[in-house]
């Protein structure tokens, strides 16, 4: 999560208007707008690597693969983020060129400045979409991937990945392996 920018206490509707004159991404949460800061090499590149398997995965199919510029609307928590991965199935979403609200499965590349914000609260509003299956958050450092799956009884269960081993994502029947998702990524 980005620093916070001057409290202007927008509206939802307020924040689309602003935003769409902004030259930076902004996320919006409840009236709170945070500019969103640049990625590091790594983390576009790991980015990058999902969506590459992604949207060849899917091509041809009912579901689309979108990048970090995808802003998706969370209506039970009155806001409005940019993941660095989204997967949506859903026609409406299909409908709507600037906004996606029904996403099957998101994916977060952590930062160290956001790590703690997309595991915690960003997770809890995430957690309120019903169309969402999956969240996936990859760890740069120990190369490890984290995904939380929804089970048939509603409940979030961890299916950790740790480094070298091929990462499943049930929401799409996607495995991607290590090699795949860390391509071209040097090590530190």
Not at 22 to 38: C, I
Not at 68 to 84: E, Q, T
Request: some cysteine; glycine content about 6%.
């Amino acid at each position: 999560m980005g620093l916070a920018a001057e409290n202007l206490g927008f509206t939802a509707a307020d924040y689309l208007a602003w935003e769409a004159t902004q030259v930076d991404r902004h996320e919006y949460l409840d009236g709170e707008v945070f500019a969103m800061a640049g990625a590091e090499d790594r983390h576009v590149t790991v980015a990058g690597n999902c969506y590459v398997n992604l949207r060849q995965h899917l091509s041809g199919g009912p579901c689309r693969a979108y990048m970090s510029d995808m802003r998706l609307h969370v209506a039970a928590a009155n806001s409005y983020f940019y993941p660095d991965v989204l997967v949506t199935c859903s026609a409406q979403d299909h409908a709507s060129a600037l906004v996606k609200t029904e996403p099957r499965l998101i994916i977060e590349v952590l930062s160290p400045s956001t790590a703690a914000y997309d595991r915690g609260l960003k997770f809890s509003h995430y957690r309120s979409l019903p169309s969402l299956q999956e969240y996936a958050l990859i760890d740069l450092d120990t190369r490890s991937t984290d995904v939380y799956r929804k089970g048939a009884d509603g409940l979030w269960v961890l299916h950790p990945f740790a480094r070298g081993e091929v990462v499943e994502l049930a929401s799409v029947a996607l495995q991607i392996s290590a090699e795949q998702l860390f391509a071209d990524v040097l090590e530190l």
